[in-house]
């Protein structure tokens, strides 16, 4: 989660049965091993590299936003895009890209295999001008992944990006959690609709897409249906399945906090990290270390149109910010909006084990 711009407990809880308008269960108290990783700022949102040693970071610094790679067996952090082992390489634009970024300011993430192991990412730019940048990452380097910056596509005007995902037809849908009203940010934190989604299709553009009742549009994940999104309600705790030809809300799920980014699993259900701050908070909160956001994880499924049983627990996480979680072998990797700290949490039983794809 970004707008403009500690406590050890993890929670276990029932299966989930989702029918209907439904809420997750009240969340309760285990005592999982956690630890952190130091040294990457505001890591906002992470992903799994399937079939490479990497764990791809967005750093949200507004000094030297960047992203890293770490090597999830040693947590080295590699320092990568555009600081290091980077090249600019654009021969021809598949979207009328100016040219290379002025600014890069990274949040949300979208992963795609190409041959090998290489991946294609997609990043959410928050700087001047918002757009998505599409760069290429090839694993196999003693230095790190070698970056290639290969194009962007320009979102439209006032357009604030956070989440993006890129559908199999080479559609994208994007969100911006905030609005061009001045009360914006009152509204998000009061759960009041605010924000607004995008979609671009190729030949025809981008198009501004009706949010019935959404507040704060943030995490944005391809559902198992055609011209189906998951989308995360940071404002109002609740995800929302979205067609998005029908530009309109086909099930809710409500959630005990504000849900920020989402990973898809291995067993195709979603896995969605966010944190908790309450509706009559102060406006400047969400930046001020002062305030606690204590941080949880839910995990959801979706199947013939509604949210459905899930096959993983709900917990809460002693954490500060959560904005991301994303699992492997076995551990869960947490970032955050504010901060300078991956959580990394090792589960105590095994059914509580789980891996998230690219």
């Known amino acids: 989660m970004a707008t403009p711009s500690n406590i ?25 091993p956690i630890e952190t990783l130091d040294g990457i700022s505001n890591p906002e949102d992470m992903a799994i590299l399937a079939q490479t040693p990497y764990l791809l970071v967005s750093s949200y610094d507004k000094q030297s936003g960047a992203l890293y790679a770490v090597d999830r067996s040693t947590t080295r952090i ?26 890069f300011l990274p949040l949300g993430l979208h992963v795609e295999a190409l041959s090998g192991n290489a991946k294609r990412i997609f990043v959410a730019n928050t700087g001047e001008p918002n757009r998505i940048e599409v760069i290429d990452l090839e694993p196999g380097s003693a230095t790190g992944p070698k970056y290639i910056w290969r194009d962007c596509l320009e979102t439209p005007a006032g357009f604030t ?27 998000l934190i ?27 549009p943030n995490g944005i994940i391809a559902a198992r249906r055609a011209n189906e999104v998951v989308i995360s309600g940071f404002g109002d705790r609740t995800l929302y399945l979205y067609d998005i030809v029908q530009e309109a809300v086909v099930d809710t799920l409500i959630l005990e906090f504000r849900p920020d980014n989402l990973r898809q699993r291995d067993d195709s259900s979603i896995i969605v990290a966010g944190f908790d701050l309450p509706n009559d908070a102060p406006d400047d909160c969400l930046f001020n270390p002062q305030c606690n956001l204590p941080s949880f994880i839910a995990t959801v499924e979706v199947a013939d149109g509604k949210f459905a049983p899930a096959s993983a627990s ?21 970032g955050s909006f504010r901060g300078n700290a991956i959580a990394v949490l090792t589960p105590q039983t095994p059914e509580q084990a789980g891996t998230t794809r690219d």
């Open 190 to 216: 009061r759960g009041a609709p605010v924000g607004q989604i995008a979609i671009w299709k190729p030949g025809t553009g981008w198009r501004v897409a009706e949010t019935p009742g959404i507040s704060g």
């Open 78 to 103: 590699y320092p990568g895009f555009p600081a290091a082992n980077t090249t600019f390489n654009a021969a021809g634009s598949d979207y009328a890209c100016p040219g290379k970024p002025n600014e």
């Open 161 to 187: 990006i956070n989440g993006l995902v890129r559908l199999s037809d080479g559609s994208f849908v994007v969100t911006s959690t905030l609005d061009q009203k001045g009360d914006a940010l009152a509204r």
């Open 8 to 32: 050890l407990r993890a929670v276990l809880s029932s299966a989930i049965i989702l029918t209907g308008c439904q809420s997750v269960p009240h969340m309760q108290a285990t005592s999982d």
């Open 314 to 334: 709900s917990r809460a996480i002693s954490f500060d910010g959560a904005t991301v979680a994303t699992e492997d072998n076995g551990r869960t990797w947490l």
